[in-house]
């Protein structure tokens, strides 16, 4: 009898724990859950996946956390479950722990929760039963009755936002089901319902999910906080992502949190091996079937229900409650969420246990009562640790973006489940640690609800329009496009033989007819003069087996004191060089080709001569300007009269960059220098060039688009600081374009912000030091350095460390995006401009698609961690009917030159050399004359003719 007793409540046993083992989740089950939602983190980023992930990873335009300077009087909105909160928050002296809040909360009848909406939306409804009396008080009680106060609206809901201002309901949660809202713009719905009431204005900044607000919160006491959390009623987290992965936000500047909408997780199956079909019993009976299936698992409002059927199917095999099942018991929702918190409780007794279960109309025994404490914590515990398990995913996730080995970060909470259960927060925790050792992760209870989050958003997005108005704002696609038309324009004003003498852009032939097709041979040397430092090179083309190209180079460097000097030093300097060089390579006595790459602006009459225009890059060597720099060289060979050369072309570097690249890709047609300085080159229909006689074939022009600008296309784009920096400069009012662009002026633009900001409170606490007003202390490598994504932030503490600004994190992270915008505004007119000439090939061609190659060179495109990826995906908006591959040269400019003089070598050879000669002189007309009358014009005109 006793044997039979025993075996009886053992197999009891075994059934009821074989019914909890569904709960118990593996260290094996939990890195798989974690690895699941980081593939999902990843899914909902991606443009081309994110309309299939079932974490959907939603924008919320809040780009930054507090730092304590906000300030100012806001009212708060709290809409996310049962209760309805309103507040005013007033933000003291821009001191953090200075917040003061008045609120009053309102509960949300459940007929208006699941109403209907057709003639009143549910805002409407909620305005007119709710806000009517309470924001009458409320600004009545603040004396600001007829003040416009900036609103900020917690709404609980998924949200697909446009705009910090704009967001449209994704769906319902949380047991709201009211109708003719989804889809709709909630911010809409709210102005109209306000509207109507027509007793008050206020003005909507800002609508946030209450788990961004929670993060908020707690962000303005932890600067640390970075991430948010809601375990309560629903489950969701936030975090700071990096914008450069928000693949369907323009933008890859800075920062953006990010709403995961992680209730979603398992939409799309990938979770079905641990549901349990009490899990699929409460999907199924709840108002979203098949929707929010993780939240079902983890949130309070549905814990209480998934105890209840377990409860009931224990009973029902006589394991519970001597197998009699009450009514109540079989009403759905009976069991709440609560329950679980009291009875886990481990100051309460087992009496008290069975008090609670005598309240739901359960007669039960102390056995029953261990039972269902056992049921409870089963499915509490598998709640934490999956939420545990998805928090693991996003700290590893924040980690590695930031490139790190180990992270510090805390999590802002909120929520009933996560505040009143006494064993959630502890298993959430341990399971945050055993799954991401490499992240301590500090969780900070938010006291204050998200309702001051959405006051300190509002006081952020005025802190935020503030930066804005000192950084300008990044140029939005309308705006390329136009500059890309302007740019266009002022190409066919440089081709146009009337329109050259004034356009900016000055178009220059070159001379260079083709790119190398392959037949190119021999032994050249190559010169490359464009900065401080000058390299000469010798450059072997062979066809033993294949073509093969031998270099060997020096470089020697350009002194200032010569840079700045006479012209004569500066070509007896190359000259004595190219002496050095010819002896070490002990071909002295040979007269070999040499290709000239001259970085500089030059007018061409033929291959082998170039008049300079203007210097350029800090050289002001006099007695050049309007000179030909190969009769210049030439001199200076001849006066040392130790070799001879035979100086066959001279070509621009941007030149000698296409014809590198087209030696390794002959579909290369354009060519591109993004460094110190900036200029494009493509090849050009002969029969656009009205400055080159002949209409066959193509040339080579050079664009010299760093003049772009110079007439005041530019203006409405130009910014204060490139204004100052033009100002600075030693060409003032010209190469504007340039000074936008290119790496000598972006370290000293980002100076000049962080100047401004710092002057205005919006840095370093307003502290502005020698260093940082002494001009050229950033330099753009510094800004290369502080935009890597892996230690980006710790190179930014240490460059502002050497200027004597101790920064905070928030300092960092700002100078961060200062950064990014001055070096993404230069990838963007960069694009622009190469767009316009992409569309021109596209457009000479009269092909419906361009396939082309863009030979790039330059440090700032080379060096910087994120220009070449922006260019690249901007080009593509700008000219998405174009299949652009950018070739980066890898052998300089100089081996260009000499794949030029191979060329005109081989035409030489063949006797097919073309030659145009252009004679010029330039004559000044005198004041008096312009000024005359047209008769005298003209007389002076004929007297110049004779």
């Not at 814990?303 to 197998?323: A, C, M, Q, S």
């Not at 939420?387 to 080995?405: P, Q, T, W, Y």
């Not at 958003?457 to 890309?484: C, E, H, Y």
Request: glycine share 8%; hydrophobic share 35%; aromatic share 6%.
């Amino acid at each position: 009898m006793v044997t039979a007793v025993a075996q009886r409540l053992a197999s009891q046993r075994k059934e009821i724990d074989d019914t909890l083992a569904a709960f118990a989740l593996s260290p094996t089950q939990l890195q798989e859950v974690k690895a699941k939602m980081r593939v999902e983190l990843e899914r909902g980023l991606k443009k081309d996946s994110h309309p299939t992930a079932s974490v959907k990873m939603l924008p919320t335009y809040v780009y930054r956390t507090p730092d304590g300077t906000e300030r100012g009087k806001y009212l708060a909105l709290d809409l996310g479950g049962t209760n309805f909160r309103v507040l005013v928050v007033k933000i003291r002296t821009g001191m953090r722990n200075s917040v003061r809040m008045y609120n009053k909360i309102y509960a949300i009848p459940l007929e208006i929760m699941q109403g209907t909406g057709e003639e009143y939306n549910m805002f409407t409804i909620i305005i007119l039963y709710k806000l009517r009396n309470c924001i009458s008080d409320f600004l009545d009680y603040m004396g600001m009755k007829n003040t416009r106060l900036p609103l900020g609206f917690t709404f609980s809901f998924p949200c697909s936002q446009t705009g910090i201002d704009k967001g449209d309901l994704v769906c319902w949660t949380k047991g709201f089901k009211a109708t003719e809202c989804e889809g709709y713009d909630v911010v809409d719905m709210l102005r109209e319902a306000i509207k109507r009431r027509n007793e008050f204005d206020l003005d909507i900044v800002a609508i946030v999910n209450d788990t961004v607000g929670t993060m908020m919160t707690c962000a303005y006491e932890d600067p640390k906080c970075q991430i948010g959390l809601i375990a309560g009623t629903g489950s969701n987290v936030c975090y700071m992502e990096e914008m450069k992965n928000i693949e369907f936000v323009e933008g890859d500047e800075g920062q953006m949190c990010v709403n995961t909408e992680w209730g979603g997780f398992g939409a799309n199956d990938n979770i079905e091996d641990i549901r349990t079909r009490y899990d699929r019993e409460v999907d199924g009976g709840s108002l979203n079937p098949g929707k929010q299936r993780f939240e079902k698992m983890t949130s309070g409002m549905y814990l209480g229900e998934i105890v209840r059927r377990i409860l009931i199917d224990l009973t029902k095999h006589g394991l519970l409650f001597r197998g009699r099942i009450t009514e109540r018991l079989k009403t759905k929702g009976i069991f709440e969420t609560k329950f679980l918190s009291q009875i886990e409780s481990d100051r309460l007794a087992l009496l008290q246990v069975r008090s609670i279960l005598q309240h739901l109309g359960l007669d039960s025994t102390c056995d029953d009562s261990i039972i269902v404490k056992e049921v409870c914590g089963a499915v509490s515990r598998r709640a934490a640790q999956l939420c545990g398990a998805g928090m693991a995913a996003v700290v590893d996730k924040i980690r590695e973006n930031r490139g790190l080995d180990n992270l510090e970060i805390t999590v802002g909470v909120d929520g009933t489940l996560y505040k009143l259960h006494p064993h959630f927060s502890t298993i959430l925790k341990d399971t945050v640690r055993e799954l991401a050792p490499n992240c301590k992760v500090d969780f900070i209870l938010s006291e204050d609800g998200s309702g001051k989050g959405a006051a300190l958003i509002t006081a952020v997005f005025a802190w935020a329009v503030r930066v804005k108005g000192s950084q300008r704002p990044k140029l939005k696609g309308a705006t390329l496009r136009d500059i890309m038309a302007r740019f266009r324009r002022e190409m066919e004003n440089g081709l146009g033989r009337d329109t050259n003498p004034t356009a900016t852009v000055k178009m220059l032939p070159t001379f260079v007819r083709s790119i190398p097709d392959g037949s190119e041979k021999g032994d050249f040397i190559a010169l490359d003069l464009g900065g401080s430092n000058f390299r000469i090179l010798r450059v072997k083309v062979s066809h033993e087996k294949k073509q093969t190209v031998q270099m060997e180079s020096q470089i020697y460097e350009t002194p200032e004191d010569i840079i700045h000097g006479s012209g004569s030093r500066l070509f007896d300097h190359v000259a004595e060089c190219l002496g050095d060089f010819m002896e070490k390579q002990k071909i002295k006595d040979k007269k070999l080709p040499i290709g000239f790459t001259f970085s500089f602006p030059c007018a061409h009459t033929k291959l082998d001569e170039a008049v300079l225009l203007t210097w350029t890059k800090r050289f002001k060597a006099s007695g050049v300007e309007g000179m030909d720099v190969v009769k210049l060289l030439n001199k200076a060979i001849k006066k040392r009269g130790d070799y001879d050369a035979d100086i066959m072309a001279v070509v621009n570097d941007t030149v000698g960059t296409m014809m590198t690249c087209g030696f390794d890709d002959q579909r290369c047609e354009v060519g591109i220098i993004i460094g110190t300085g900036t200029n494009a080159c493509y090849m050009e229909e002969l029969r656009h060039i009205d400055l080159v006689e002949g209409d066959e074939g193509r040339m080579c022009i050079n664009t010299e688009w760093g003049a772009f600008g110079d007439d005041g296309t530019l203006e409405d784009i130009r910014t204060e600081f490139d204004r100052e920096i033009d100002r600075g400069s030693p060409n003032p009012g010209k190469q504007l374009f340039e000074k936008m662009v290119s790496g000598m002026y972006m370290g000293e633009l980002v100076r000049l912000i962080l100047v401004k900001m710092a002057k205005e409170g919006l840095l370093f606490e307003g502290r502005i030091t020698p260093e940082l007003l002494t001009k050229g202390k950033i330099e753009t490598k510094h800004v290369s350095a502080i935009e890597k994504s892996k230690e980006g932030l710790t190179k930014a503490e240490e460059i502002l460390t050497r200027l004597g600004v101790e920064p905070s994190e928030d300092d960092c992270i700002a100078v961060q995006h200062v950064c990014a915008i001055v070096s993404f505004r230069s990838a963007n007119l960069i694009a622009a401009t190469l767009g316009a000439i992409l569309t021109r090939l596209k457009d000479n061609k009269n092909t419906p698609r361009l396939r082309t190659t863009v030979g790039i060179d330059g440090s700032l495109y080379k060096m910087h961690p994120q220009y070449a990826r922006r260019l690249h995906k901007t080009v593509r908006r700008l000219v998405p009917e174009s299949d652009v591959r950018f070739l980066l040269s890898e052998s300089g400019s100089g081996k260009g030159a000499a794949m030029v003089t191979a060329w005109a070598s081989r035409l030489i050879r063949s006797g097919k050399r073309r030659t145009v000669e252009m004679h010029n002189k330039i004559y000044a007309i005198p004041i008096e004359v312009m000024q005359g009358t047209g008769e005298e014009v003209c007389g002076h005109i004929y007297t110049l003719l004779k």
